[in-house]
């Protein structure tokens, strides 16, 4: 026992050189007169062995271990053959590769693990022909594998390639020693090369195994360069990238070492370190803004947070702009109201004609204000009407009724509930939301806020903004408004807050019950007439520098401008045509031209070109089945014709012109009125199961709805079913029922307004909507006869004539050639 020690011991003091010496002492096996060789396995696992190269190996087997053994005694080589799977233990015939390679094995070293190590060195490959046994240890017969010495010109090629792909692969790779590539320079033979190269690199183990089962040279190096391009290109990019990061690291140190310098020259000459000087001004900054508690604390406490980063630290920026937002917040600023009721009149008055409700609403705010400054509750506003009404800007004029800052903000296509809350600090690029931000802009706690089209919100998997304006427009919440960027509660109690919508039908009804809703109605002719010469046409002469020539509009020119050119509930467009007008008066002007002083309604075509829009006319005569009703449009009220035909057919009832569901239902239901009181009307019942009835209303294009045209509808199947005309100057509108009553409907401002415009001398409308004509025109009432109706009886009896001017239709009679049909 002790001489084993002792020869292990005198093992590891043999020197690496020696150990490589005795290597190439041992001869290959000569080959038998078949070409075969005989001899010893050596298993390897993990590992691959090149001819021609010298490599550590561990020896764990104890039958691998016999094999060296033997091998060594008899100063014979071994065939070291590859595992295809290095995992297994007991390898079997079927376990390794084909093609192994004859070695010469060192002297054995142990281990302190059990296991030995040695030195091999590659012979020459050899091709497996047969498992001679496999205990106590593998023995095969092999077949040398010759390649050939000299090489040809495209094998000459590819060793150049190999040999400049493997120069850039130790210039870039760290653990490549720089002789190994004059070592290659000077190998001439192609096989032995290619091995060589394989051996230095960093292989993968199958790249190695098949460039060993690669026995012919020239096919062995077009693989070698592939994989050599591929490492390269990866050294390349790893080189690229320790590089990037060196560079960083040294742009760092020598911030840092500057950054040192100058606070060490700061300090000599008293000035401090220029972080530590901002952070004082900022605490100077929070102390002197006038903070509530809370957003003072939290603002002090991040100041603290960032005294004690470095100045580099990426938080520095996120903190400092986070505490710039507390500061510059208007948290306690709050302008004097103006309470002078007759002063803001006289504004509101000045700014916009007409606007009653709103205006009304707006003095009594600033009234009951006057009585008890103290008041903290604001109104919520809603101003609900079509496009050009004015909303807007009757904002701007109530904010300065009441000497407020006026903000706004457009709500038109915001899906992320972000842009009302903000967004968390934690997102990079945060920002507070939208109300937020505003108030912030207005520099005031108290400001008139316009919240404009609040009725174009819309969700989506972003959040539902409209959701979180519960919060901003509640009275009972908003004094402690949280956004999720400042995490603080902000007061916006104190502020007026004004919306605007054209439609109530998308706005949801929380939040719509937040709202105290004020309708803008279209303007009618005359107030489109009143404004057009207060307003637009004194702008548009100032903007087209025509102020100085004393050009009017005649009142029939505006009037006709505003019906053969506009098509509208504001006066947006109004303008656009007057604004036209007064740009060719310029043009002819600035060109030395005659151009007129007044523009009268004959000047109108000339200047506008054709007429664009039609209004709808009276009829010219009394008709059979033809009434006019009186429709309401976004643009105002509008006359319309409804026209009934009595048809052979089978008793159907069919309604054309594009009719809504609503309007559908009216129409059954005036017929079975009619169906009812067919014995009082002198119809016969035959004609309601033999003919057909049509109710058409022309302007098939745009689509109708609503129930008001059901006495309409009623009147027109009348008329046709008994062959009564129906007086030309008559135009009606209501709802009717089973029984024959007439409801009150909606838009009668309008509607009886398009009626005088129209020519019509006698409306009829439902009693109860008499109280809708407080706000109609002098003219318009003098000029009209307006009669309450509450049963279709009374219609009946003012809108038709008492005597039938053509033959009511009646079903034809079955002849006898004409039996009828058997069920």
Request: glycine share 6%; proline share 7%; net charge negative.
């Amino acid at each position: 026992m002790n001489r084993d020690w002792n020869e292990e011991e005198d093992n590891f003091d043999v020197t690496l050189s020696q150990r490589t010496e005795e290597l190439y002492r041992i001869p290959n096996r000569e080959p038998g007169p078949d070409g075969m060789i005989e001899a010893a396995v050596l298993p390897l696992r993990d590992l691959v062995i090149f001819p021609r190269m010298v490599s550590p190996i561990f020896v764990g087997r104890e039958s691998s271990l016999l094999a060296v053994q033997e091998a060594q005694r008899k100063d014979l080589t071994v065939i070291g053959l590859t595992q295809k799977d290095p995992d297994m233990e007991n390898p079997g015939v079927e376990d390794f590769l084909p093609i192994g390679v004859e070695m010469a094995v060192g002297r054995l070293l142990s281990m302190p693990d059990g296991s030995h190590s040695a030195l091999v060195q590659g012979r020459r490959r050899v091709e497996i022909v047969e498992f001679v046994r496999m205990t106590p240890y593998i023995k095969v017969r092999a077949r040398v594998v010759h390649e050939p010495q000299a090489p040809d010109r495209q094998t000459q090629a590819l060793m150049r390639s190999a040999l400049d792909l493997f120069d850039r692969c130790v210039q870039l790779d760290r653990s490549i020693p720089e002789e190994a590539h004059l070592f290659a320079m000077n190998i001439s033979e192609p096989g032995w090369l290619a091995d060589m190269i394989a051996t230095s690199l960093s292989l993968t183990y199958e790249a190695k195994q098949s460039l060993l089962l690669t026995p012919e040279p020239r096919a062995r190096l077009g693989q070698l360069n592939n994989l050599l391009a591929q490492e390269v290109d990866v050294l390349e990019l790893e080189d690229e990238i320790h590089s990037r990061v060196q560079n960083e690291v040294d742009k760092s140190q020598r911030e840092f070492y500057l950054r040192e310098q100058m606070k060490q020259i700061q300090n000599e000459l008293g000035e401090g370190d220029i972080f530590t000087r901002d952070v004082s001004e900022l605490k100077q900054k929070v102390e002197a803004a006038n903070l509530p508690e809370e957003p003072k604390k939290v603002a002090l406490k991040e100041i603290e947070r960032l005294n004690q980063m470095p100045p580099m630290a990426p938080e520095v920026g996120i903190i400092r702009t986070y505490i710039d937002w507390i500061v510059d917040l208007p948290w306690t600023n709050i302008t004097p109201d103006h309470l002078d009721v007759k002063n803001a009149a006289k504004i509101l008055e000045r700014d916009h004609y007409g606007l009653k409700k709103a205006k009304e609403r707006i003095l009594e705010y600033i009234a009951v204000r006057s009585l008890k400054p103290k008041k903290e509750r604001q109104p919520i506003l809603c101003f609900v009407g079509p496009p050009g009404t004015g909303k807007t800007s009757l904002g701007r004029s109530i904010a300065e009724s009441i000497g407020r800052k006026f903000v706004r903000v457009s709500l038109g296509g915001v899906r992320d509930e972000a842009e009302i809350r903000g967004h968390r600090r934690t997102y990079i690029g945060a920002l507070p939301g939208r109300i937020i931000q505003t108030m912030k802009r207005a520099g005031t706690a108290n400001p008139l806020f316009m919240l404009d089209e609040i009725d174009k919100l819309y969700s989506d998997f972003r959040g539902d903004p409209a959701s979180a304006m519960l919060e901003v427009l509640d009275p009972e919440q908003n004094y402690a408004f949280s956004d999720h960027y400042l995490e603080l509660p902000f007061d916006l109690s104190k502020v007026m807050f004004v919306t605007t919508a054209n439609s109530l039908g998308t706005i949801p009804p929380a939040l719509l019950d937040r709202m105290e809703v004020i309708e803008f109605p279209g303007y009618i002719e005359e107030e489109k007439l009143e404004i057009a010469n207060r307003y637009l046409i004194p702008r548009q002469l100032e903007e087209n520098g025509i102020d100085d020539i004393s050009l009017t509009f005649a009142p029939d020119g505006v009037r006709r401008i505003i019906r053969e050119y506009t098509y509208e509930a504001g006066v947006r467009n109004l303008e656009r045509e007057i604004g036209r007008i007064c740009r060719k008066v310029a043009r002819l002007k600035a060109e030395g031209k005659k151009y007129p002083t007044e523009i009268t309604a004959d000047l109108i075509e000339k200047f506008l070109g054709p007429q664009q829009v039609f209004q709808p006319e009276a009829e010219l005569s009394d008709e059979v089945g033809v009434v006019t009703s009186l429709a309401w449009t976004e643009t105002g009220g509008e006359i319309m014709p409804v026209e009934v035909a009595i048809l052979e057919g089978k008793g159907g009832l069919q309604m054309t012109g594009q009719m809504g569901e609503v309007m559908q239902e009216s129409g059954q239901a005036a017929l079975t009125y009619i169906k009812s009181r067919a014995a009082a009307l002198k119809i016969d019942m035959e004609v309601f199961e033999r003919m057909d009835i049509h109710v058409h209303m022309p302007e098939g294009g745009i689509p109708k709805d609503g129930p008001s045209a059901g006495i309409t509808m009623a009147t027109a199947i009348v008329s046709a079913l008994t062959g009564r005309p129906v007086f030309k100057h008559v135009g009606m509108t209501g709802e009717i029922t089973l029984r024959g009553r007439v409801l009150p409907i909606g838009g009668v401002r309008e509607k009886v307004l398009a009626a005088h415009r129209a020519g019509l001398k006698t409306v009829l409308l439902p009693e109860k909507n008499l109280k809708d004509l407080v706000d109609l025109p002098k003219t318009a009432r003098a000029e009209l006869k307006i009669i309450p109706v509450k049963h279709m009886d009374d219609v009946l009896e003012i809108a038709l004539s008492a005597r039938p001017t053509i033959e009511p239709p009646r079903p034809r009679k079955p002849g006898k050639e004409e039996a009828p049909e058997e069920e």
